[in-house]
């Protein structure tokens, strides 16, 4: 029994833990352009709250990766000079599965938004750790933001 408690441990931590937790971001814009910000999770294990623009297009209606309209809700607009603070969101974070915020140049569409490569000038993906997060966003032509290791209270 002994043996297939530490076996059954093992294997736990081997396949890496995968909690519930909080995270939020705390965006601040430096640069002088609107931003978009969109907060989701990396990897396979999807959650409703935190999908990321491809997925959410994926599960939505023809019609709204055709509109023109900037991307609504969760996609938050942050012009020049602003604050916001996106969450607390509890979701399952670990073995791959990383909150990430993206910010994207200008107001794009759901479909602009989910369209986007990886890598590209008009885009930054930050990773977040857990609980709050601080992100500086420094430029947009090409975006350029950064986590803050430290997040200041207030």
């Keep these: 029994m002994r043996m297939l408690l530490v076996v059954l441990s093992l294997a736990f931590f081997a396949g890496g833990c995968i909690g519930r937790s909080n995270v939020s971001a705390t965006v601040e814009n430096?640069?002088?352009?609107?931003?978009?910000?969109?907060?989701?999770?990396?990897?396979?294990?999807?959650?409703?709250?935190?999908?990321?623009?491809?997925?959410?297009?994926?599960?939505?209606?023809?019609?709204?990766?055709?509109?023109?309209?900037p991307a609504g809700p969760p996609a938050v607009q942050l012009p020049p000079g602003q604050k916001v603070t996106i969450g607390?969101?509890?979701?399952?974070?670990?073995?791959?599965?990383?909150?990430?915020?993206?910010?994207?140049?200008?107001t794009p569409s759901l479909g602009e938004l989910a369209s986007?490569?990886?890598?590209?000038?008009?885009?930054?993906?930050v990773p977040l750790g857990?609980?709050?997060?601080?992100?500086?966003?420094?430029?947009?032509?090409?975006?350029?933001a950064l986590r803050q290791t430290s997040v200041p209270t207030e």
Aim: aromatic fraction near 4%; avoid cysteine.
């Design 130 to 144: 857990p609980g709050p997060n601080l992100v500086i966003v420094e430029s947009t032509d090409p975006v350029r």
């Design 88 to 106: 607390p969101v509890k979701g399952r974070f670990g073995a791959g599965a990383v909150p990430t915020v993206g910010v994207f140049k200008g």
């Design 30 to 69: 430096r640069a002088d352009e609107t931003v978009t910000l969109w907060l989701y999770k990396t990897g396979s294990d999807v959650e409703s709250h935190l999908m990321s623009p491809g997925t959410m297009i994926a599960v939505l209606p023809a019609s709204a990766a055709d509109s023109d309209e």
């Design 116 to 125: 986007e490569p990886q890598r590209t000038s008009r885009v930054a993906r």
